[in-house]
Structures are given as structure tokens and as C-alpha cells.
């Protein structure tokens, strides 16, 4: 068993059995005073705790530690009863109390989410049939000369939402640096960036946001020989998005495809690009944008995108392999708008760079932080219904969120280095994910369920969790609770995780997707015998072990410090 100190949390699954008095098994809990901690292994058949009758308060979080299954809510049982002598369960059903934790409803997707998700879906296809792994020999003839500022190009740019038809267009390099250049076609409106402002965009991607990327995920490729990134500014990206489209679903802000990078594709433009929409005021090819819209979504997108090509070329280029899981890409593009974020919170320390001496963030960080923030709140307000392995919802915020706050504590926990060996290599999901941190998803999973909640309760010191079930580097307690205070629209509650209460000696009902997670809150009497907190399936016997059904459980100190 697993020693802890500070806060008593058991990895308990659904294998284990138990007993009324001492353990007689690796596998089995006790009925002392507190929850001792069992082996994770596959929750293959029904099982359950002991709980002592203490009046201790616990939270309660089962989960589906997979990667693997359908994107349907799978039924569980959970709850409490008296422990008896033989370890069947006969489970009694009663309705789950409601709760936010328990939503099902399906998250709302945006125009950009569902665009995003198409492109990562179609890489994935290409690199399966073998075209991104290409020889450089076969690349000369896609050798494209060094730009200067002036140079002239032509380029294929999507000219629908599922890039299946094309148009090309006409750009003048503007910009052109050690590792970027931009160019800008010749459509855009007038009235749109300066020469000042695509100086000053040009100079923070190819002095700041370009190494940010390279020394944390590796080198993107260079199969048009010419030594840059092209980023390619282009009024047929607004048009992608119709007007009537734009004010209620979005619009595409940019984009990376790697079919740039594979020469045989049809419209490839055998280089590396990322696109990016214009200036434009008076809304001539969609919906108005302004200079100073383009120029505060430009980076941020660029530095989540140019992830994206990074990944494809250390997967599929360098190694051979398959592009990565969508869900885990995604993630890691996330994590790269908060290492933008990074970059100028450290850049400008509080109070400085601040409109507000008492802001969090420094002003040049909001664009890149904020959706990460924004995205992990609302995903924590229901998260049994985003999985963080599996994008039902074609990479919805909350997918993403979700994705983020994963890898965020994934990053806390092994240092930020695992996000270099995600990138480098030709392994993909889960597979990749547990190579690289040496130990097994579920495991891993069982830990991040219990830190989103352990991390920092209040009135405890935030050492008193166990290392691997709490934040290091985000106080996402302090953050949420920040939102809160200024725009309680938005973020309704100082910390989204809402706690249902588990009823004791009865059991409660409810489903959640593979990859998610419930929390619930036990307060156990103060007197009588040992109850049995068991997780069956929703027929009170086995899941799947694919499914990879597992709980974990927080003794809290106190009632206040799980609120």
C-alpha cells in the first residue's frame, strides 16, 4: 500500500474486495479509521471499499481511465451499504442527486472547433495511407527560394469549411526574418495593418513565439528548402466564413494543414504555412475585423498552429508515423498558447504590463491564456461529459479544456521536458503518453481526477496533498476564484467543481463518457458498522476492462476544506 501523509487519498478500484476487519490481501482495504490505498489495477469485476463509520467527509471521484470505446455515456452505480460477510453486491437503485458535475449535455462546438477537428482528422488519413512520409529526394522540386522583402507568391488557400475546393491567391512578402516570413496578399483591404504593426507582428513571431514552440516541441520541417515558416495573411481566409455564420458560431481565425507538407496532395502548397485572416473593416469578404482584432488573435493562433506542424513533422516526417490523436495534438496546442502566456508573465512580473496594477495576467498574456482558462472552467462544470481521450464533440472547448488541464498537470508532474518527448517520436494517445511518463494511464488518470479537487483546499497548506495529486505550476483554486470576483457571469462559481451528495447506505445512478470523471461527496455517519463504497456497472456486476473503471478517494480533514 501506498504511504501518505497530509491528506489520506486511496487509488481504489473496482478489483478490490473487502472485508470487515484487517486486510488479509494486497488487494483489499481496510475498516480502520482511515482509507489505506489499493493497488490500481483493471476494475475486471465488482468490487468496493470499506468505509469506517467516523463521520469523516469524503469526495468520491470515479472515473473511466480509457482511451478506447464509443462516444456514448457508459452507466455506473455508486454508494454505499453495510459490509457483509460474502462480497457479493446486490446494489439498491435510487436517482443521483442532481448536480452541475452530473450534466450530460453535450457541449456547444464552434465554427473554428469543428474546422479544427476536420483538418486533424484528414492529416490523420493521410499520414495512415504513407504520403507524409516522404523521401527528401522527392521534395527537390518543391524548393522554393529564400524570401526578400517584395518577393512575390502564389498559393492555394481553402476556400470552404472542409477545405475540399481551393482558389489561389497572390502575396508580397512584407516581412522577412531569421525563421518567418510574412507575406500579404494583394486582396486585402485597404486601411488594414501598417508597416509598424506587421514589423512588430513579424519581430514577436520570429524572435519570441517561434523559439517558445521549436525549444519546447522540437523543429518544424523545411521541405520547401527555404529556411522559413510562411505565414500567409489572406482575405480568402475571412471568406472561408460566411457573414451569416460569423456573429453566432465564430469564424476561422487561422490555420495549419499538413497537407502543405506533402507535396503529392492535391492544392499542397509544399511548403510551411500557416493562415491567417486580415484586416478587414468594412466587412468586404465576411464579417468586420478590425487591425486591432487581427492583430490580438494572430499570435496566439499562430503559436497553438505552429504546434501543429511541429507535430506532423516530428511524427510523420522525421519518424514515418502517424499524425498524433487528435485530442492529445489539440492538447499540446494548448499547452503552447500558455507557454505564450508564460512568456510575458514572466516578461512583465505584477504589477507591471498591467492595465490593472490587481490583474492575474499581464495585458500581452490575455489573448493566450484567457480560452485555456475559459475552456478548463466550463469543462470542470460538467466534466462527465467531455472526455479528455476521446473528442465526441469534435474538439469542443471543454474537449479542450479538458485536453489542457490534463497535460498541464501531466507537465507538473514530470516537467515541462514530456512535452518534447510527446512530440518526438512516432508513438500516438495513450500509447505515447504512458511511454513517455514510465507508468500506466490509469494510474496517471486516478492522480489528475483527484488533483483538479486536491490541489489547494481551502484552509489546508496546498503540501499537505501528496505531490501527485495537486498543481504546481497553475493555482487553478486562486485563478477560478478570481474569475469569479470579476466576471461572475461567466464564472459562476469561485471553483466549478460542484459535489452532489453520495447517499449512504443506498446507491445512486448515474453515466459518464470514457475519459471523464464524476465527483461526488460521502459524509459517512458517526456511529455503527463499516460501509462498503462500491463502483459496479450499471447491472451492479463488472465493467469492461476496457473501460478501465477506477475510483479514487479524498478523506477531508474537515468538512470546510471540501466545501
Not at 513533422?313 to 502566456?341: C, F, K, P, Y
Not at 457571469?489 to 451528495?501: E, I, S
Request: charged share 15%; glycine share 10%.
Amino acid at each position: 500500500m501506498r504511504a501518505t501523509t497530509g491528506l489520506v487519498i486511496a487509488a481504489a478500484l473496482g478489483a478490490a474486495a473487502c472485508s470487515s476487519g484487517d486486510s488479509t490481501g494486497s488487494n483489499t482495504a481496510t475498516c480502520s479509521g482511515v482509507v489505506d490505498t489499493v493497488p490500481p489495477v483493471d476494475a475486471a469485476s465488482a468490487g468496493c471499499v470499506a468505509m469506517p463509520s467516523d463521520g469523516s467527509t469524503y469526495i468520491v471521484v470515479p472515473q473511466y481511465a480509457s482511451g478506447t470505446g464509443g462516444t456514448s455515456p457508459v452507466n455506473y452505480q455508486i454508494g454505499t451499504d453495510p459490509a457483509p460477510a460474502q462480497q457479493d453486491i446486490v446494489p439498491r437503485i435510487v436517482s443521483a442527486q442532481p448536480g452541475a458535475s452530473l450534466s450530460l449535455q453535450a457541449p456547444a462546438v464552434g465554427l473554428r472547433q469543428t474546422f479544427d477537428f476536420m483538418l486533424r482528422e484528414r492529416e490523420r488519413q493521410i499520414a495512415a495511407s504513407g504520403a507524409g512520409a516522404h523521401p527528401r529526394a522527392a521534395l527537390v522540386a518543391a524548393l522554393r527560394a529564400t524570401p526578400i522583402v517584395g518577393t512575390v507568391d502564389t498559393f492555394w488557400v481553402c476556400s470552404d469549411l472542409n477545405c475540399t475546393t481551393f482558389k489561389k491567391d497572390t502575396a508580397v512578402a512584407k516581412y522577412v526574418g531569421s525563421h518567418i516570413a510574412i507575406f500579404m496578399s494583394q486582396n486585402t483591404p485597404s486601411g488594414g495593418l501598417t508597416a509598424g504593426d506587421i514589423t512588430a507582428l513579424g519581430n514577436t513571431f520570429d524572435q519570441d513565439l517561434y523559439d517558445i514552440d521549436v525549444n519546447t516541441f522540437g523543429a518544424p520541417s523545411d521541405i520547401d528548402g527555404n529556411g522559413r515558416v510562411i505565414v500567409l495573411m489572406s482575405p480568402k481566409v475571412n471568406a472561408m466564413t460566411p457573414s451569416s455564420q460569423c456573429s453566432t458560431q465564430g469564424y476561422i481565425a487561422g490555420f495549419f494543414f499538413g497537407a502543405d507538407l506533402v507535396p503529392t496532395q492535391s492544392h499542397s502548397n509544399d511548403g510551411e504555412i500557416f493562415y491567417s485572416i486580415v484586416p478587414d473593416s468594412n466587412g468586404t469578404f465576411s464579417c468586420a475585423h478590425s487591425a486591432t482584432t487581427v492583430k490580438s488573435l494572430i499570435l496566439a493562433t499562430f503559436i497553438h498552429e505552429f504546434q501543429h506542424m511541429i507535430s506532423w513533422n516530428q511524427h510523420v516526417i522525421v519518424r514515418g508515423g502517424n499524425s498524433e490523436d487528435t485530442w492529445l495534438n489539440e492538447g499540446m496546442s494548448h499547452i503552447a498558447e500558455e507557454l505564450g502566456s508564460r512568456y510575458y508573465e514572466q516578461k512583465y512580473p505584477a504589477p507591471s504590463g498591467r492595465a490593472n496594477p490587481a490583474q492575474l495576467f499581464p495585458d500581452s498574456s490575455q489573448g493566450f491564456i484567457s480560452g485555456d482558462l475559459y475552456n478548463s472552467y466550463t469543462y470542470l462544470q460538467a466534466p462527465g461529459a467531455s472526455s479528455v481521450t476521446i473528442f465526441a464533440n469534435s474538439g469542443s472547448l471543454q474537449e479542450r479544456g479538458a485536453a489542457w488541464i490534463f497535460l498541464r498537470w501531466l507537465g507538473d508532474l514530470k516537467d515541462s521536458t514530456i512535452y518534447g518527448k510527446l512530440d518526438q517520436t512516432a508513438l500516438t494517445g495513450i500509447t505515447n503518453v504512458e511511454t513517455q511518463a514510465g507508468e500506466s494511464f490509469q494510474s496517471l488518470f486516478g492522480d489528475f481526477a483527484m488533483a483538479v479537487y486536491s490541489d489547494s483546499l481551502p484552509g489546508m497548506p496546498r503540501a499537505s496533498a501528496p505531490a501527485r495529486d495537486r498543481f504546481v505550476s497553475r493555482n487553478l483554486r486562486q485563478i477560478y476564484a478570481r474569475l469569479n470576483s470579476v466576471d461572475a457571469a461567466t464564472y459562476p462559481l469561485p471553483f466549478p467543481v460542484t459535489l452532489p451528495a453520495l447517499p449512504v447506505g443506498s446507491t445512486a445512478s448515474s453515466s459518464m463518457l470514457v475519459g471523464t470523471m464524476h465527483f461526488w461527496k460521502l459524509t459517512m455517519p458517526s456511529s455503527g458498522g463499516a460501509m462498503r463504497l462500491h463502483f459496479t456497472s450499471s447491472s451492479g456486476g463488472s465493467f469492461p476492462s476496457g473501460d478501465h473503471a477506477q475510483v479514487t478517494v479524498l478523506h477531508c480533514p474537515s468538512a470546510s476544506a471540501c466545501p
